[in-house]
């Protein structure tokens, strides 16, 4: 039942483990990769008490001296203050290049301890433990790590690609409905990217809870994970293809900081991806066919498919986004479902797209 995806880039290959009763093998798995004789484990509110002492006991089986450390769980902990903590935290267990960071949780937690991780003494081990649909379908993979500044979501960060990913879909039946229902943004994201069987199977039975068939949810990560491989093989850096996984992004990443990110970051990407793709499509710059579908898909996952947000907003917050390049935007439309291309627009042509995707 449990899956392993190879992913291989220029600065290291190591693999996904997608499946059940994983946690349980943390230890053993991450001995695999790793020689050192400290562990440290940084989690989240949420999380740690559910699955820190496990873990912790695992990695301690393992031969690990483990040490951990809990954040205050949301997007309002990314910032330089939490890292500070924790870096410090690292710091006083004494780790050494040898040992290894490991995050446990969510899309943030995984920022933040790949972000320790990147700059703790120029660079450690880190293993990622995702446990939210969305870090496992995403977040987890590829080595993006990053905090947010007042100017924008993930302006300060670092490309580190962990050791090991270890999704285990167990823990996703203690998560609760409105949080799964908002990763299943991503997941829709990449079925539009990528992968038009994919599209049509969330059609035909939307992805709605963890109760989902467990091999079909295993083999639907597995899928996530294959497209977002392939790309970040191609391009580890972000320098080309890599931007494909910015789709819905552009107005997307703006929802969410203009909603104080009250919304998920999921909910946000897909109600960022109906926007770009109704702007588009009345500005003539894709097949206006494309809008119904995607927007259906949207709904039937209990999304938004629009935003209350002034477009002005909306604009001001699109302009600080790192997408953006001197006076254009490298913005990602779908040409059918599942594939998409890279069109650079002007600054004057984002603001023409927000206020026809989203304007009243």
Known sequence: MNTIVEVTTPSASYNVHVGTQLLAH?????????????????????????YLEGVTHSLSNAGYMVFSAVFEAGEKSKHFGTLSTLLESVAAAELSRKDVIVALGGGVCGDMAGLCAALYLRGIDVVQVPTSLLAMVDSSVGGKTAIDLHAGKNLVGAFLQPRVVIADVNVLKTISAELFCDSTGEVIKHAVLADQALFNQLMRTPLLTADYNTQELIDIIAR????????????EKEQGVRQKLNLGHTIGHAIEAASNFTLGHGSSVAAGL????????????????????????????????TTNIDPAILFEFATHDKKRTAQSVNLILPTTIGAVTIQTISLTQLHQLIDAGCGK
């Open 26 to 50: 943390v230890g053993s798995i991450v001995r695999n990769v790793n020689a050192g004789t400290r562990a440290f484990v940084i989690t989240d509110s949420n999380v740690g008490p559910l």
């Open 224 to 235: 996530n994970v294959n497209i977002k491989r392939a790309i970040v093989q191609a391009d």
């Open 274 to 305: 109906c926007c770009v793709v109704r702007g588009a499509a009345k500005l003539g710059w894709c097949n206006p066919s494309l809008l119904e579908p995607i927007e259906r898909i949207v709904q039937a996952h209990g999304l938004p498919t």
